[in-house]
């Protein structure tokens, strides 16, 4: 009897333990996240001052350099036009639904104010937490609340004694238990006074610091260290599950303020729309001035897009991968997650007027009874000084096509041609399996 009490016991204690190895992201965060679809990544630290690549100037440099960097940096960070309210109301207004911001990167400065390290935001003349105040405006906005963290952290390396790299043992929290406790005071301390809703890890390796996080908070979900994050390239086809491509504007995540060369709007948007067809949500990057604006470029690049998602964001909110085709020559496709609703993005159509009619060809898809085509955003009831024009949008079920006749009504611009992808709605369609 004592043995198979013992065995009992022992399983419950194995079943236990598999249960905590085990832990993940919640399924229903997973799909919440999923149907965001847009968000935005900060990268901003002390060093944005200089214009160079964030953190990774450490590696590799001098001694002179290394010692400036950690005795003198901190003294002249002074981002006195930081308005976090200002940013909030920006990225709401993009259609993003969520902003994950660097609350420390590998080079160890923390943008909170932190009882692990003196190398901080409140120990620069502007002397004060930034991730409070940034995390405050996000809820604001109704916007959900990412931190990155980065467990490795050459602040520590070089307190230790240790080589700044990237790829040296004890830069892994695995091989540096100084290291590991270091990380997980500090995460101990964002999710207490933050309570992130995601939490984002850039490191080659992570220990069990995943598991740490879900076990402080099981409703924060994980994006790096847990699920796919391709970071500047779009997969060639859709990832089963929760996926996220995090992306610069132009070819560095800092701020740049010279040499830089930035994607337009328009490219801006097609990732974010090629993305959606293959079912990943899109982190679009900015790096702010050390000043705490950010740049006008950067800005300029957030208003098309918002402009366009004003239009067209019900065909990249709670949408997932049409099951049949994800994309038919300049055309891509999602469906929304629950009906049998198609949205046709039509990108490429250059110097398409305001009022002017063109046809397309859907593949893979079949009209019902029911079936109702629309232009995301416009009524089709008018063109602007056109009133003969009847801007309806229709269509025609061919043997094996399904036919939509577009026209572009509303007017988004000046000059009356809008060089964004037009997005068209059909609903109650069937899905055609080849």
Same mark, same amino acid.
């Given at each position: 009897?004592?043995?198979?009490?013992?065995?009992?016991?022992?399983?419950?204690?194995?079943?236990?333990?598999?249960?905590?190895?085990?832990?993940?992201?919640?399924?229903?965060?997973?799909?919440?996240?999923?149907?965001?679809? +847009?968000?935005?990544?900060?990268?901003?630290?002390? *060093?944005?001052?200089?214009?160079?690549?964030?953190?990774?100037?450490?590696?590799? %440099?001098?001694?002179?350099?290394?010692?400036? #960097?950690?005795?003198?940096?901190?003294?002249? +960070?002074?981002?006195? !036009?930081?308005?976090?309210?200002?940013?909030?109301?920006?990225?709401?207004?993009?259609?993003?639904?969520?902003?994950?911001?660097?609350?420390?990167?590998?080079?160890?400065?923390?943008?909170?104010?932190?009882?692990?390290?003196? +190398?901080?935001?409140?120990?620069?003349?502007?002397?004060?937490?930034?991730?409070?105040?940034?995390?405050?405006?996000?809820?604001?906005?109704?916007?959900?609340?990412?931190?990155? +963290?980065?467990?490795?952290?050459?602040?520590?390396?070089?307190?230790?004694?240790?080589?700044?790299?990237?790829?040296?043992?004890?830069?892994?929290?695995?091989?540096?238990?100084?290291? =590991?406790?270091?990380?997980? !005071?500090?995460?101990?301390?964002?999710?207490?006074?933050?309570?992130?809703?995601?939490?984002?890890?850039?490191?080659? &390796?992570?220990?069990?610091?995943?598991?740490?996080?879900? *076990?402080?908070?099981?409703?924060?979900?994980?994006?790096?260290?847990?699920?796919?994050?391709?970071?500047?390239?779009?997969?060639?086809?859709?990832?089963?599950?929760?996926?996220?491509?995090?992306?610069?504007?132009?070819?560095?995540? /800092? #701020?740049?303020?010279?040499?830089? !060369?930035?994607?337009?709007?328009?490219?801006?948007?097609? &990732?974010?729309?090629?993305?959606? /067809?293959?079912?990943?949500?899109?982190?679009?990057?900015?790096?702010?001035?050390?000043?705490?604006?950010?740049?006008?470029?950067?800005?300029?690049?957030?208003?098309?897009? %918002? =402009?366009?998602?004003?239009?067209? *964001?019900?065909?990249? &909110?709670?949408?997932?991968?049409?099951?049949?085709?994800?994309?038919?020559?300049?055309?891509?496709?999602? !469906?929304?997650?629950?009906?049998?609703? /198609? #949205?046709?993005?039509?990108?490429?159509?250059?110097?398409?007027? &305001?009022?002017?009619?063109?046809?397309?060809?859907?593949?893979?898809?079949? /009209?019902?009874?029911?079936?109702?085509?629309?232009?995301?955003?416009?009524? *089709?009831?008018?063109?602007?000084?056109?009133?003969?024009?009847?801007?309806?949008?229709?269509?025609?079920?061919?043997? @094996?096509? =399904?036919?939509?006749?577009?026209?572009? %009504?509303?007017?988004?611009?000046?000059?009356?041609?809008?060089?964004? %992808?037009?997005?068209?709605?059909?609903?109650?369609?069937?899905?055609?399996? @080849?």
């Amino acid at each position: 009897m004592r043995s198979k009490i013992q065995i009992t016991i022992l399983l419950a204690l194995v079943c236990c333990l598999s249960t905590f190895a085990q832990l993940k992201n919640k399924p229903q965060l997973s799909e919440d996240f999923m149907d965001m679809g +847009f968000g935005i990544f900060v990268h901003w630290s002390v *060093d944005s001052q200089l214009g160079s690549v964030i953190s990774h100037s450490l590696v590799g %440099a001098s001694d002179d350099y290394v010692n400036k #960097y950690y005795n003198e940096l901190s003294k002249t +960070f002074y981002p006195d !036009k930081f308005d976090a309210d200002e940013w909030a109301r920006l990225f709401k207004i993009s259609g993003a639904e969520y902003v994950v911001f660097t609350a420390k990167h590998h080079n160890g400065f923390c943008m909170w104010d932190t009882k692990t390290t003196s +190398f901080n935001s409140m120990n620069t003349p502007y002397r004060k937490d930034i991730v409070d105040q940034l995390v405050k405006a996000l809820r604001k906005q109704n916007l959900k609340v990412g931190l990155y +963290f980065s467990p490795e952290d050459f602040s520590i390396l070089k307190k230790q004694g240790n080589l700044i790299s990237r790829n040296s043992k004890m830069s892994q929290v695995t091989e540096n238990p100084e290291l =590991l406790a270091y990380d997980k !005071k500090q995460i101990s301390e964002l999710i207490e006074k933050f309570h992130p809703d995601m939490m984002f890890f850039d490191s080659f &390796k992570h220990g069990d610091l995943v598991q740490f996080v879900h *076990d402080k908070d099981p409703n924060i979900f994980v994006t790096r260290g847990e699920i796919k994050t391709p970071e500047q390239s779009v997969p060639d086809a859709p990832m089963p599950g929760p996926w996220e491509t995090c992306m610069t504007m132009g070819t560095q995540w /800092a #701020y740049k303020p010279t040499n830089e !060369k930035y994607k337009s709007g328009t490219e801006v948007i097609n &990732k974010l729309i090629e993305i959606r /067809a293959k079912g990943g949500n899109f982190l679009l990057n900015i790096g702010p001035k050390p000043n705490g604006e950010i740049p006008i470029e950067q800005e300029e690049r957030l208003r098309e897009v %918002a =402009l366009w998602m004003y239009v067209n *964001d019900e065909g990249v &909110k709670n949408v997932r991968s049409l099951p049949t085709i994800i994309k038919d020559g300049d055309m891509w496709f999602t !469906k929304n997650k629950e009906e049998n609703t /198609a #949205y046709v993005f039509i990108t490429g159509q250059k110097d398409w007027f &305001k009022g002017f009619r063109r046809n397309f060809m859907l593949k893979n898809m079949k /009209a019902t009874e029911k079936t109702k085509v629309s232009v995301l955003g416009q009524s *089709d009831l008018e063109v602007e000084y056109w009133p003969e024009n009847i801007p309806e949008t229709r269509y025609i079920q061919h043997e @094996k096509l =399904l036919e939509i006749s577009v026209s572009r %009504a509303q007017r988004l611009y000046n000059d009356k041609i809008w060089p964004n %992808a037009i997005v068209v709605k059909v609903t109650n369609v069937e899905f055609i399996k @080849k």
